[in-house]
């Protein structure tokens, strides 16, 4: 069960206590699961809370994106519509609690890793002008392990990425691997600060490396 951490911290304490609502929500959705649902009732009641807060810190989250003139807002509303829509179809489809309380979990749960995870740390990187928008704004080991909470990757396979620091190499799991090529994101090294870069061809001397380095870094 992932649980809040400073390292998800967007760096707006009125947000940060929005977002750690919404785990607290995501919690109470997996001890139902785990407990029981003993009625429609309570899965409902659950529901129209998450749907309520989400509302409003929808509200208050693209208030301050528009105050920071912050260059996805509109891709980031229309996801925050799609989050809201998703919630009403579950609730109007309610029929099996337990069943349906699977559902709500697995979808909150995915929902607060791509989002609140991913998307909205973008948003206190943009404030900062630290990182480039493309960049993922955790460290590789951070980011596997928000990947870990849905894929097995450890038993994925591992590309090899390099930076810049000499002799250095980084496995990167196969989802990873996949999401950054296909989406053109980016992590970086914590030591030298540069991207890292798939080893897409063989580093066996100088000339190599001076190459890959061209391509990648100037």
């Known amino acids: 069960m992932l649980e809040w951490s400073n390292e998800f911290s967007v760096k707006n304490a009125y947000l940060d206590n929005q977002h750690k609502q919404l785990f607290q929500y995501v919690a109470d959705a997996y001890n ?3 407990n029981g649902v ?3 009732e309570s899965l409902l009641l659950l529901i129209n809370k998450i749907l309520e807060y989400s509302k409003e810190h929808f509200r208050d989250e693209e208030s301050y994106m528009q105050r920071i003139n912050y260059p996805l807002l509109k891709k980031h509303k229309e996801s925050h519509q799609k989050m809201i829509a998703t919630i009403h179809k579950i609730r109007a489809n309610l029929g099996d609690s337990q069943k349906d309380s699977i559902e709500v979990y697995s ?3 995915n929902w607060l890793l791509k989002h609140i995870l991913q998307e909205d740390k973008k948003i206190e990187a943009y404030r900062s002008r630290l990182i480039d928008i493309n960049e993922i704004p955790y460290t590789l080991e951070q980011q596997t392990q928000i990947l870990a909470q849905t894929y097995n990757v450890q038993q994925e396979q591992q590309h090899i990425y390099i930076c810049l620091c000499p002799l ?4 990167v799991c196969d989802t990873l691997h996949k999401s950054m090529q296909i989406n053109q994101t980016l ?3 914590k030591t030298c600060k540069q991207p890292l870069v798939f080893k897409d061809i063989k580093l066996d001397d100088e000339k ?3 190459a890959l380095a061209k ?3 100037h």
């Open 32 to 34: 139902l699961t785990k």
């Open 38 to 40: 003993k009625n429609k």
């Open 107 to 109: 979808f909150l749960k």
């Open 168 to 171: 250095k190499e980084f496995e």
């Open 187 to 189: 992590l970086r090294c």
């Open 208 to 210: 190599h490396f001076d």
């Open 215 to 217: 391509k990648y870094f």
